[in-house]
């Protein structure tokens, strides 16, 4: 080899059509699971969540790799350098797209230290010939490079260019690393470089392609299990979770499932009076202030609007004893941030009804008929209180403290 049939013979060989077929494969797997662990994690997520995440992806990484080398010992035909340079495109090909699509510093320092420990990097002879100098400038490179890939994915997102640039990078500098451990002809490592440039850019148009996809159904979930109003869960979504929850639930007496069931407080005169666009916002309004509620009181609860002016929010591993802190938590904070409009302050007040699953209850329906009896029995006994267990009960309200 070591001409221009030869970078052609090595771009379109069987060798490189069943590479790219195998690593394609692999992209579209990451890329897949790359949404589903990515859209798990937040920057307020758990420290020890973070890291499982973390080690998912990296696992997932280390199995594609294994992957490529299972494949790469099944092939037979082909030269050496021609086989060791797939399988080096196809190895680089799926660090560079892990560094591309996971917001992970264990895949960064993996990609970082990679230079110095792969087969023969070991062998420090390269560090005293004339090379040395060659070797650490595009070392430097390939860390700005790998810097960057961490630090402006949103810009690589949408830059195709960007995006070209810093895959060339990533390309030239490796095969400048590998050219200085094994010294492929010239020749040869063009031709590698340009099946992993062609490798690249079949990757782009995969994780475009599966990004519009991904985005579309994530819009397709929120449409069809979140309400459009007022962004909190919807009816559907609660028919759904609430046979899951009983069904869970219904088995293990040790840990409760309790569900609340509140409306607002005449609702009907904040249309009449301002508008149903400002009855919108007092909707909003109050699923703002249960969410956060259920957020502060750390519970592992879910909120959903069952419909008009209706929601019902489902705790888990807690009593409806309990549940009442957290009501009063919500009456607490609709006194302290009232809604104003157009300045005008708008008083909202609720009703609750609260109960927990018991033993007798056949279906989630039970445990809902008994909750919306409940709800109209603070409606019946005067608006603006909880009824707990058939037991109506004022708010516990803390004194305002003006400075």
Same mark, same amino acid.
């Given at each position: ?25 692999? $992209? ?37 790799? %294994? $992957? *490529? ?37 264990? $895949? ?27 070797? $650490? ?5 390939? *860390?700005?490079?790998?810097?960057? %890939? ?36 010239? @020749? ?39 309400? +459009? ?11 759904? %979770? ?15 499932? @309790? *569900? ?73 904070? %609709? ?8 300045? @005008? ?9 609260? @109960? ?35 037991? +109506? ?11």
């Amino acid at each position: 080899m070591g001409n221009l049939d030869g970078i052609v013979r090595i771009c379109f060989s069987t060798n490189a059509l069943v590479t790219g077929i195998v690593t394609i494969g692999l $992209i579209t797997l990451i890329t897949y699971f790359a949404f589903a662990l990515e859209k798990k994690i937040s920057v307020a997520s758990p420290f020890l969540e973070k890291i499982t995440v973390n080690l998912s992806e990296m696992g997932l990484l280390l199995i594609g790799s %294994l $992957i *490529v080398e299972q494949v790469f010992g099944s092939l037979t035909g082909g030269s050496a350098i021609e086989l060791g340079g797939l399988y080096a495109n196809a190895e680089l090909t799926l660090l560079f797209y892990c560094l591309f699509v996971f917001n992970n510093r264990l $895949i960064v320092l993996m990609n970082i230290a990679l230079p110095f420990i792969y087969h023969p990097a070991f062998d420090i002879v390269r560090m005293k010939n004339q090379y040395w100098p060659l070797f $650490i400038i595009a070392y430097i490179v390939l *860390v700005i490079v790998i810097d960057y %890939l961490y630090g402006h994915k949103d810009d690589l997102i949408v830059s195709n260019y960007k995006y070209l640039i810093a895959q060339i990078l990533f390309g030239i500098c490796w095969w400048i690393l590998i050219w200085i451990d094994y010294r492929f002809p010239l @020749t040869d490592i063009i031709g590698m470089l340009i099946v992993f440039e062609i490798y690249m850019l079949v990757v782009r148009i995969i994780e475009q392609k599966m990004s519009t996809y991904m985005h579309a159904y994530n819009d397709l979930e929120v449409k069809v299990n979140y309400d +459009a109003l007022t962004g909190v869960r919807n009816r559907a979504n609660l028919n759904k %979770l609430s046979k899951e929850a009983f069904e869970k639930y219904s088995k293990n007496s040790k840990e409760p499932l @309790t *569900v609340i069931m509140f409306d607002i407080d005449h609702f009907k005169k904040f249309n009449d009076n301002y508008g149903h666009e400002i009855g919108d916002e007092v909707l909003r309004h109050v699923a703002h202030v249960a969410e956060r509620e259920l957020h502060m009181d750390g519970s592992n609860g879910q909120l959903f609007r069952y419909g008009g002016e209706e929601f019902i929010i489902m705790i888990k591993g807690t009593d409806s004893q309990h549940s009442t802190n957290f009501i009063n938590g919500i009456n607490q904070t %609709l006194i302290e941030m009232p809604l104003f409009i157009q300045d @005008t302050q708008l008083n909202v007040t609720l009703c609750f009804g609260v @109960t927990t699953l018991r033993a007798t209850d056949k279906s989630f329906d039970d445990i809902f008929q008994r909750v919306d009896g409940y709800l109209y029995e603070s409606k019946n006994t005067g608006r603006n209180k909880m009824t707990v267990e058939g037991e +109506a009960q004022e708010y516990s309200v803390q004194p305002i403290i003006h400075i």
